[in-house]
């Protein structure tokens, strides 16, 4: 898989779209991934103990080397992903000033987009 070019990140993510698929057809945790950043969220701490080291080994099989250096196990009230802080304990999501108003931007383009 080539990698360094701007279509990297769309072969990764055809890549790995059979694989998320089968993990959530095989388990019950809540998985959400974005290109080579995966969260993966249950409400039993053992169990997705247990199933995270399944969860890594399944891309190993088909080639994938996953980074354990950046991997959390431990369960924080705030877990940053995406470049956003995601609070569990109060179910929202901060992100910084500067992409906030980059979305806001956004979507008042869309929104005359959308009247035309």
Do not use: C
């Not at 993990?23 to 991934?33: A, Q």
């Amino acid at each position: 898989m080539p990698f360094g070019t701007k279509y990297s990140p769309i072969y990764l993510t055809t890549a790995m779209a059979p694989i998320m698929q089968q993990i959530r057809k095989k388990t019950e945790i809540r998985i959400i991934n974005y290109v080579d950043d995966i969260l993966l969220l249950h409400q039993n701490k053992e169990y997705l103990m247990n199933a995270t080291q399944k969860l890594v080994d399944t891309p190993k099989i088909f080639g994938f080397t996953i980074n354990t250096e950046r991997r959390e196990t431990e369960r924080n009230q705030t877990v940053i992903f995406l470049g956003s802080d995601w609070n569990q304990a109060n179910p929202t999501v901060k992100t910084k000033p500067k992409n906030r108003l980059l979305l806001l931007h956004d979507l008042f383009n869309m929104r005359r987009w959308l009247k035309k």
